[in-house]
């Protein structure tokens, strides 16, 4: 754990969590009469918390056995929200239902790129498109009808990329093709090649999308630049963390801000911690509940995870958006009822103003709680500094530069061991039997 997080982990000491022996005692369970029907949502992180690379990490099966009944349909609504971006959703979903041994369906599996689908401004534009796995099928099923990748890039102009001297062309290479002007760039997750990477986004991004023509650092801002994953690190099956696509970004924006003396912008940031993402798993989790003929509203959200920079901040802010979004309404009743108009329809929400979110209907969380496992990024283990003056919010930050740093997004209202801890924790603070289910 970052030196920048012991605080904020010391205040969370002191509440009376009990590390990772069992819950925080903050929250106690429901006395009400048990419930059969959900008015919840789980939202599982991947790495780290089911698996650590390809290794299924033990506790995931058992946890999700409680979740199934013996027909295999779930008992409560589930997404799985990755950061991951390299596959489509239906091939992560058949990976999950080898891993998990109960039936996944596409419709569960959020991947960072998935809010894509809202950003219809971009779909008949040419992107660029950066990342691993099968960019092109992933564009196109996003919506995507004119998507580039590097490698496209590079053989189309072979002279931009000379950093390794084995791929320079050996011969003058013949007239470039002429490709369409690049309207948007698209990073979908960490590449292969950094080097090639960096040198063709930067061209692009210094070129107004004509990466043929010479640079020009003064046009600014730059083309639109969108984001998926900010991962700075993963847990895979090495003893220690792994760059992750974060790693990448940093490196994008230094040399772009080395160059031209000004930040890179970006036109949107998803994948945890962003809110779209959890407003878009919000909007999964109620499509499952619509489906399935729940009746109850979903009126709070778990989101499991193993890392306090992504799963545990991007939990907490939703919350934070969530409680705000309902002390406005509460506010604007009051107004309505002292003006006499109460139970009249409001023309527009103050957050349908963003295209993105004018795509997805009204929200029905009260909450989103965050509950972090130690089995991945999280280690409960290492020691607190001698010299609490050391601690100071400035000295070690993971996540990423468009997102401040506060100590209260990074505390989980929940720590357990694992993800079936966190599943039978979740079941007795909400007080829900799944007995009279297992035979429906």
């Known amino acids: ?25 903050d929250q106690q369970p429901s006395r009400a ?26 506790a995931a099966r058992k946890a999700f056995q409680k979740l199934v009944n013996p027909q295999g349909h779930f008992l409560v609504p589930v997404i799985f929200v990755t950061n991951a971006g390299n596959c489509l959703r239906q091939s992560k979903a058949d990976q999950l239902s080898q891993i998990l041994g109960v039936p996944i369906s596409q419709d569960q599996v959020m991947m960072s790129h998935s809010p894509l689908r809202m950003f ?17 099928d992933i564009a196109k099923y996003l919506g995507f009808s004119h998507p580039v990748t590097i490698d496209t890039l590079r053989e189309s102009y072979p002279m931009l990329d000379m950093v390794d ?16 002007k690049i309207d948007a760039v698209i990073l979908f ?39 998926c994953n900010m991962d700075l690190m993963w847990m895979a099956e090495a003893q220690s963390p792994r760059f992750g696509h974060g790693t990448f970004m940093v490196c994008l924006e230094n040399i772009y801000k080395k160059i031209t003396g000004k930040d890179l912008k970006y036109e949107a940031l998803m994948g945890k911690p962003s809110e779209v993402t959890y407003h878009y798993a919000e909007y999964l989790v109620r499509a499952q509940a619509v489906e399935r003929q729940w009746k109850n509203p979903i009126q709070t959200l778990y989101a499991i995870g ?20 309902n002390s406005r309404k509460g506010s604007q009743a009051r107004i309505q009822a002292a003006a006499g108009t109460l139970g009249s329809t409001v023309s527009q929400d103050v957050e349908s103003s963003n ?32 010299d609490t003056r050391e ?16 100590p209260g997004l990074v505390e989980p209202d929940h720590i357990v061991q694992d993800v079936d801890a966190a599943v039978e924790l979740i079941f007795q603070l909400e007080n829900f039997t799944h007995k009279d289910n297992r035979t429906s």
């Open 306 to 325: 193993d890392n306090l920079m992504t799963d545990i901040y991007g939990a907490n802010l939703y919350n934070r958006y969530l409680e705000e979004k």
């Open 165 to 180: 001297h084995n791929r320079r062309p050996k011969m003058p290479p013949p007239s470039a093709v002429d490709l369409p």
């Open 391 to 406: 601690c100071i919010t400035e000295t070690v930050f993971h996540g990423h530069r468009d997102f401040r740093f506060d």
């Open 1 to 25: 754990m970052s030196r920048a997080l012991w605080p904020a982990f010391r205040r969370l000491c002191g509440r009376g969590a009990r590390g990772c022996g069992g819950a925080s005692s």
């Open 189 to 227: 997750g960490e590449p292969i090649r950094w080097e090639t990477n960096l040198q063709l986004i930067i061209d692009v991004l210094l070129t107004s999308g004509c990466p043929g023509d010479p640079h020009q650092p003064f046009s600014y801002p730059h083309i639109p630049l969108l984001a």
């Open 120 to 136: 219809r401004r971009y779909h008949d534009k040419c992107v660029l498109v950066t990342g691993q796995g099968p960019l092109l």
């Open 33 to 58: 009469a048990p419930s059969a029907e959900p008015s919840f949502g789980l939202l599982f992180d991947i790495d780290g918390v089911l698996v650590r690379g390809k290794t299924p990490i033990p």
């Open 355 to 386: 295209t993105w979110e004018s795509d997805l209907s009204s929200s029905t969380a009260t909450s989103c709680r965050s509950v972090l496992v130690c089995t991945g990024i999280y280690n409960p283990h290492t020691e607190v500094p001698s």
